[in-house]
């Protein structure tokens, strides 16, 4: 099989790691087992039967099913106040609903459900413990409580309005944000203050200067008048003084723009200053971005609002205004000083559109619009206090994306300093973005891809960064310690598949790893530091939780066991991770291939060749040749029962997959669909040398991105497969979302060739081969409308070899097993009749 075993990383069942195989410089491990579970030969039962067989027959009617069947695997992990136990949710049997079960550290494996009115204990959305670590306060929805060393828990606050970002001041008050306003209440006496207030409106004056003439002459000969304005000027002057001097009054708000409106405000821990970020409070979206539904109970049609297209949406600018609270004026926090502000960054991109059109383009260097920066973690604020009130950063971002800056304020001069700018060519990734202070010294850590992966740096205000991790593989998921000896970290550093647990001594540099559990592995460190919670997922066993504590070598601790019986009785196809050598890269293209049992028809010599569907995952940069659970599963056992009935069955992680480093992600800047269906000519070579596959008998699918690799390599390469289904598709990338479409091809004023040479609906006059569309209309991700468009152009273009399948009641994640059952009975027939 030319050399196959050499490029395979094979996602065993429980696998441990032993010896290594390499197609590049670097050397990765090999998962291997003594009790590998292979799927049963090709079975000669039709697996679109109704039930699943005694003969081992994997059916689309079992698999497309309430997922329940095959275990309830435990979700949202966590721990309680102290770290003395665990915590997390399972869903009910026959329920949509979850429960929440809690065990100790001492006794992790014998869980208890926690009763409906005690999970306020252990489920809050969020939690903050004062410097030493004696009094925690938590927010469960609206209501706030509190818990002190040696004493009972108490409940400040129940209901009312909205209470956000909880955080203990310097001086033991705990500030919170409710409406417009950040209070503080001091524990000990209850006593509440306002620290800052804020409005978007006119401030109000006692007496404003005369509009015109006629107005003057009115004040100079109307005595009346002019008694009546010293009498309201010298009212306000002693409210403004009695706010100042005496305890009864608060100080004024503080006023902005009438036509702006917040993005954030937070006041620093020691009460001195407040950082308040404005826009302009302009709709984000066109009342013509509705999306209907059609099937409701009342029997009409349901306009629902959609979110805007990228085409449609217009630049924004951020303004971050610097507030002290002593006088409560407010200084505006120039971007003028940041390095490359008034860069015209997209200059030879809007000179290539510019020459498409005939014209010429001359370089611009008009301020750029910025905002803080948007990640799509929400655990990662772009608005940072030291613990002691006097550092503030703040992560900014370009609005073209091109461009991060971490920045410092100088409070003294009301100036942003900068410590870091991020710059990329293509743009600047919007998920490895955390940032934040150390708890005793005024010393940023953050993550950067400065040198090509997402890495983890330490750096003091204007000195020169410290790069704490390096190599060729991603840092994730930070946790900071207490004493700020370690910072804890998720990462792929021995195989691009496999994350492990680890942490990075601050002051050395010097990394360990904490788990050798070999999969994808997620961890909650507890409140104490002393345990490691895991969630440990492999290829092919869904997850489950381990517990580990920190610092010993003892390996971690499996303490649930939810897998159904069923499940683990079914033969599934266990995936190997292949490194495919790629034609247009120094790096492989990792992927998944499921391979028959049957050797003799892996062997060139076999009378027939094999049948062989490659599925495409979906949102572009997401990993899916990994050793862990996939996002898929219902894929993967249609990979399986495809894989039972005689295919092979390939999953590669093409560029733009996450998990790679900077370069494989960026590679689909303006060109989208382009590097991928490449690397996909690379992986059905691959199928063709290695795994006895006939070229004229390959067929592919995917859903979302996928949904748009089908289109891209049926229309742009036409015999590269002899059929693909296409799962809610884009086919316009105009029609997608800005904060998605924008980073990887600028946006259709600017850059129009980008979106024209990436969009699908371009190149529909290439179908040569059966194509199925299959649309869910009310998709409030991928628009229906995109597949209608298509739809239309395929009929105008006189093509006679597609169908479309749509479902009335179906998201963007399809939610009816009736359903799923559906499209993929389609699915299977089209690669049946076809391949």
């Given at each position: 099989?030319?050399?196959?075993l050499?490029?395979?990383?094979?996602?065993t069942?429980?696998?441990?790691?032993?010896?290594?195989?390499s197609?590049t410089?670097?050397t990765?491990?090999?998962?291997?087992?003594?009790?590998?579970?292979s799927?049963?030969?090709?079975?000669?039962?039709?697996?679109?039967?109704?039930?699943?067989?005694?003969?081992?027959?994997?059916?689309?009617?079992?698999?497309?099913?309430?997922?329940?069947?095959?275990?309830?695997?435990?979700?949202r992990?966590g721990?309680n106040?102290?770290?003395?136990?665990?915590?997390?949710?399972?869903e009910r049997?026959?329920?949509?609903?979850?429960?929440?079960?809690t065990?100790?550290?001492?006794?992790?494996a014998?869980?208890?459900?926690?009763p409906?009115?005690?999970?306020?204990?252990?489920?809050?959305?969020?939690?903050?413990?004062?410097?030493?670590?004696?009094?925690t306060?938590f927010?469960?929805?609206?209501?706030?409580f509190?818990?002190?060393?040696?004493?009972?828990?108490?409940?400040?606050?129940?209901g009312?309005?909205?209470?956000?970002?909880?955080?203990f001041?310097t001086?033991?008050?705990l500030?919170?944000?409710?409406?417009?306003?950040?209070?503080?209440?001091?524990?000990?006496?209850?006593?509440?203050?306002?620290?800052?207030?804020?409005?978007?409106?006119?401030?109000p004056?006692a007496?404003?200067?005369?509009?015109?003439?006629?107005?003057?002459?009115?004040?100079?000969l109307i005595?009346?008048?002019?008694?009546?304005?010293?009498?309201?000027?010298?009212?306000?002057?002693?409210t403004?003084?009695?706010?100042?001097?005496?305890p009864?009054?608060?100080a004024?708000?503080v006023?902005?723009?009438?036509?702006d409106?917040?993005?954030t405000?937070?006041?620093?821990?020691?009460?001195?200053?407040?950082?308040?970020?404005?826009?302009?409070d302009v709709?984000?979206?066109?009342?013509?971005?509705?999306?209907?539904h059609?099937?409701?109970e009342d029997?009409?049609?349901?306009?629902?609002?959609?979110?805007?297209?990228v085409?449609?949406?217009?630049?924004?600018?951020?303004?971050?205004?610097?507030?002290?609270l002593?006088?409560?004026?407010?200084?505006?926090?120039?971007?003028?000083?940041l390095?490359g502000?008034?860069?015209?960054v997209?200059?030879?991109?809007?000179?290539e559109?510019?020459?498409?059109?005939?014209?010429?383009?001359?370089?611009?260097?008009?301020?750029?619009?910025?905002?803080?920066?948007?990640?799509?973690?929400?655990?990662n604020?772009?608005?940072?206090?030291?613990?002691?009130?006097?550092?503030?950063?703040?992560?900014?971002?370009?609005?073209?994306?091109?461009?991060?800056?971490?920045?410092?304020?100088?409070?003294n001069?009301?100036?942003?300093?900068?410590?870091?700018r991020?710059?990329?060519d293509?743009?600047?990734?919007?998920?490895?973005?955390?940032?934040?202070?150390?708890?005793?010294s005024?010393?940023l850590?953050?993550q950067?891809?400065?040198?090509?992966?997402?890495h983890?740096y330490?750096?003091?205000p204007?000195?020169?960064?410290?790069?704490?991790?390096?190599g060729?593989?991603?840092?994730?998921?930070?946790?900071?310690?207490?004493n700020?000896k370690?910072?804890?970290?998720?990462a792929?550093?021995?195989?691009p598949?496999?994350?492990?647990i680890?942490r990075v001594?601050v002051?050395?540099?010097?990394?360990?790893?904490?788990?050798?559990?070999?999969?994808?592995?997620?961890?909650v460190?507890s409140?104490?530091?002393?345990?490691?919670?895991?969630?440990?997922?492999?290829?092919?066993?869904p997850?489950?939780?381990?517990i580990?504590?920190?610092?010993?070598t003892?390996?971690?601790?499996?303490i649930?066991?939810?897998?159904?019986?069923e499940?683990?009785?079914?033969?599934?196809?266990?995936?190997?991770?292949?490194?495919?050598?790629s034609?247009?890269?120094d790096?492989?293209i990792?992927?998944?291939?499921?391979?028959?049992?049957?050797?003799?028809?892996m062997?060139e010599?076999?009378?027939?060749?094999n049948?062989?569907v490659?599925?495409?995952?979906?949102?572009?940069?997401?990993q899916?040749?990994?050793?862990g659970?996939?996002?898929?599963?219902?894929?993967?056992?249609?990979?399986s029962?495809?894989?039972?009935?005689?295919?092979v069955?390939?999953?590669m992680d093409?560029?733009?997959?996450?998990g790679?480093?900077?370069?494989?992600?960026?590679?689909?800047?303006?060109?989208?669909g382009?590097p991928?269906?490449e690397?996909?000519?690379?992986?059905?070579?691959?199928?063709?040398?290695?795994?006895?596959?006939?070229?004229e008998?390959?067929?592919?699918?995917?859903?979302?991105y996928?949904?748009?690799?089908?289109f891209m390599?049926?229309f742009?390469?036409?015999?590269?497969?002899?059929?693909?289904?296409?799962?809610r598709?884009?086919?316009?990338?105009?029609?997608?979302n800005?904060?998605?479409?924008?980073?990887?091809?600028?946006?259709p004023?600017?850059d129009?060739?980008?979106?024209?040479?990436?969009?699908?609906?371009y190149?529909?006059?290439?179908?040569?081969n059966?194509?199925?569309i299959i649309?869910?209309m009310v998709?409030d991700n991928?628009?229906?409308?995109?597949?209608?468009?298509?739809?239309?152009?395929?009929?105008?273009?006189?093509?006679?070899?597609?169908e479309?399948?749509i479902y009335?009641?179906e998201?963007?994640g399809?939610?009816?097993p009736?359903?799923w059952?559906?499209?993929?009975?389609?699915?299977?027939?089209?690669?049946?009749?076809?391949?």
């Amino acid at each position: 099989m030319k050399k196959m075993l050499s490029l395979v990383i094979a996602a065993t069942l429980g696998g441990s790691l032993s010896g290594c195989a390499s197609t590049t410089s670097e050397t990765h491990p090999v998962a291997t087992s003594t009790s590998v579970q292979s799927p049963a030969p090709a079975a000669v039962v039709n697996p679109m039967v109704e039930d699943t067989h005694s003969d081992g027959t994997i059916t689309l009617k079992k698999i497309m099913s309430d997922p329940q069947w095959m275990g309830r695997s435990p979700s949202r992990p966590g721990w309680n106040l102290d770290g003395s136990k665990l915590v997390y949710e399972q869903e009910r049997e026959n329920s949509h609903l979850r429960d929440v079960y809690t065990a100790s550290v001492n006794n992790p494996a014998n869980a208890e459900q926690v009763p409906l009115s005690e999970q306020y204990l252990y489920r809050f959305d969020e939690k903050t413990t004062n410097a030493n670590g004696t009094v925690t306060a938590f927010r469960v929805g609206d209501s706030l409580f509190v818990k002190r060393d040696g004493q009972p828990l108490e409940q400040l606050v129940r209901g009312g309005e909205s209470l956000r970002a909880l955080r203990f001041m310097t001086d033991g008050r705990l500030m919170f944000s409710a409406g417009s306003h950040i209070v503080a209440i001091d524990l000990e006496s209850g006593k509440r203050e306002q620290l800052l207030e804020w409005k978007f409106a006119d401030k109000p004056e006692a007496v404003s200067a005369p509009n015109d003439y006629i107005a003057e002459e009115q004040l100079s000969l109307i005595r009346y008048l002019d008694k009546k304005r010293k009498q309201r000027q010298a009212s306000a002057d002693r409210t403004e003084t009695l706010k100042q001097v005496s305890p009864a009054f608060v100080a004024e708000p503080v006023y902005f723009d009438k036509g702006d409106r917040l993005v954030t405000a937070s006041v620093s821990p020691n009460g001195q200053y407040a950082v308040v970020v404005t826009t302009k409070d302009v709709p984000y979206r066109d009342d013509t971005d509705i999306m209907p539904h059609y099937i409701q109970e009342d029997a009409r049609i349901k306009p629902v609002r959609a979110r805007a297209r990228v085409a449609d949406v217009k630049s924004a600018n951020h303004d971050a205004w610097l507030v002290d609270l002593k006088t409560n004026k407010k200084t505006k926090l120039s971007f003028v000083g940041l390095p490359g502000y008034n860069d015209d960054v997209l200059a030879e991109v809007k000179a290539e559109n510019a020459k498409a059109k005939g014209e010429n383009y001359q370089v611009n260097r008009l301020p750029r619009d910025i905002t803080l920066m948007s990640s799509w973690d929400a655990n990662n604020p772009s608005v940072s206090w030291s613990n002691d009130g006097n550092g503030l950063a703040l992560m900014l971002e370009a609005w073209d994306n091109k461009d991060r800056w971490i920045v410092t304020v100088d409070f003294n001069n009301a100036k942003l300093v900068t410590q870091e700018r991020l710059h990329d060519d293509a743009w600047v990734n919007y998920s490895h973005n955390r940032m934040g202070w150390l708890n005793h010294s005024n010393t940023l850590y953050y993550q950067s891809e400065k040198d090509g992966y997402s890495h983890l740096y330490v750096q003091q205000p204007g000195q020169t960064a410290r790069q704490l991790t390096a190599g060729k593989f991603v840092v994730e998921d930070l946790t900071l310690s207490d004493n700020d000896k370690y910072i804890y970290y998720r990462a792929n550093k021995k195989h691009p598949g496999i994350y492990e647990i680890y942490r990075v001594n601050v002051e050395t540099g010097a990394s360990e790893a904490l788990t050798e559990l070999n999969g994808m592995t997620d961890y909650v460190l507890s409140p104490d530091q002393q345990t490691l919670l895991l969630t440990h997922s492999k290829v092919n066993r869904p997850p489950e939780l381990y517990i580990k504590k920190v610092g010993q070598t003892a390996a971690a601790k499996k303490i649930t066991d939810t897998i159904s019986d069923e499940f683990l009785s079914m033969p599934w196809a266990t995936p190997q991770v292949v490194a495919i050598p790629s034609s247009h890269t120094d790096q492989p293209i990792y992927a998944r291939v499921y391979l028959p049992n049957d050797a003799a028809s892996m062997s060139e010599n076999a009378g027939a060749k094999n049948r062989a569907v490659v599925f495409n995952h979906g949102a572009g940069y997401l990993q899916n040749a990994h050793l862990g659970w996939s996002v898929y599963f219902r894929e993967f056992m249609f990979n399986s029962m495809l894989v039972q009935q005689g295919y092979v069955v390939m999953d590669m992680d093409y560029r733009s997959s996450k998990g790679y480093g900077r370069d494989w992600r960026t590679a689909i800047y303006r060109q989208m669909g382009k590097p991928e269906v490449e690397d996909l000519n690379d992986g059905v070579n691959w199928l063709v040398d290695n795994a006895n596959v006939d070229r004229e008998r390959i067929g592919t699918y995917g859903g979302s991105y996928g949904g748009f690799l089908t289109f891209m390599s049926m229309f742009t390469d036409p015999d590269l497969f002899a059929a693909g289904a296409a799962l809610r598709p884009v086919t316009d990338w105009a029609h997608y979302n800005a904060p998605y479409t924008a980073n990887i091809l600028n946006t259709p004023d600017v850059d129009p060739l980008a979106f024209e040479r990436s969009s699908p609906i371009y190149f529909a006059e290439g179908l040569q081969n059966p194509l199925l569309i299959i649309s869910p209309m009310v998709d409030d991700n991928v628009f229906f409308q995109d597949s209608v468009r298509l739809v239309q152009r395929l009929i105008e273009l006189e093509k006679q070899n597609f169908e479309t399948a749509i479902y009335p009641v179906e998201p963007h994640g399809f939610v009816q097993p009736s359903s799923w059952l559906d499209e993929y009975r389609r699915i299977y027939k089209l690669f049946e009749t076809n391949l």
